[in-house]
């Protein structure tokens, strides 16, 4: 048990255009998502916490109206990155804290590549 | 400010041999210890985790650390290296209150020679 899902996998998008990325926890219910960002050869840096029906916590330094998260269901996160630009272009990766628990499970990640 | 050290960026070991991982954190609060391996363009699969009670931990895939306060590591070893195992390793630090938040290191790279 304990799989957490992200689609798409892979995103190619044009400058100006905005992506939407999910993710799910697909055999339990996430009290808590989180959002990671992952730069080549880097560790993961958190962007954001996301409690299911309430607003999303961002670190320090991420822009909330760039990166919007909805956490609207105990099953399902959503990252839109908008108006994307090249520098945006990085591996995201979700997480889901599962109910009653401490332990985070991640899912596999999504490449967003913006030309 | 809570922190965790990965020294070692790379590793490279053969195969068959032994294996430790480094890793050290700095945490106000009683710590609670993850590592996680990521395969490449993958993300990240919980190898084992330390909350409270025996600081030998056994986790998946032949994989064990030992939390040491003293020292305030919580290295992972494995006594025969597989080549499967060639992968980046991620040691974090994490909350189980509150905001349930993880602090990463910065990994190490695991290179396995047949």
């Known amino acids: 048990g304990a799989v957490v899902s992200q689609h798409p996998s892979r995103v190619i998008c044009k400058s100006g255009t905005s992506v939407k990325i999910e993710c799910r926890s697909l055999d339990f219910q996430a009290t808590t998502m989180f959002w990671y960002r992952q730069f080549p050869k880097k560790s993961l840096m958190l962007m954001a916490t996301s409690n299911e029906g309430s607003k999303a916590t961002y670190e320090q330094g991420v822009e909330k109206d760039k990166f919007l998260i909805n956490h609207a269901s105990l099953t399902l996160s959503t990252l839109t990155v908008t108006s994307a630009h090249p520098e945006d272009s990085s591996f995201y990766i979700c997480?889901?804290?599962?109910?009653?628990?401490?332990?985070?499970?991640f899912g596999p990640g999504t490449r967003l590549t913006v030309l | 400010a809570q922190s965790v050290t990965q020294p070692d960026i790379h590793i490279t070991v053969s195969e068959g041999a032994s294996l430790e991982l480094r890793c050290n954190y700095s945490y106000g609060a009683t710590p609670y210890l993850f590592w996680y391996v990521q395969s490449p363009g993958q993300g990240l699969q919980l190898l084992l985790k330390y909350f409270s009670g025996d600081t030998l931990v056994q986790g998946i895939k032949g994989f064990e650390a030992e939390f040491k306060r003293s020292q305030s590591s919580f290295n992972l070893r494995k006594p025969s290296v597989h080549w499967s195992d060639a992968a980046e390793y991620f040691c974090?630090?994490?909350?189980?209150?509150?905001?349930?938040?993880?602090?990463f290191g910065t990994g190490t790279r695991l290179k396995v020679l047949a």
């Open positions: 997480s889901a804290r599962r109910q009653g628990t401490d332990t985070q499970y």
């Open positions: 974090a630090v994490g909350s189980l209150t509150g905001t349930y938040k993880y602090i």
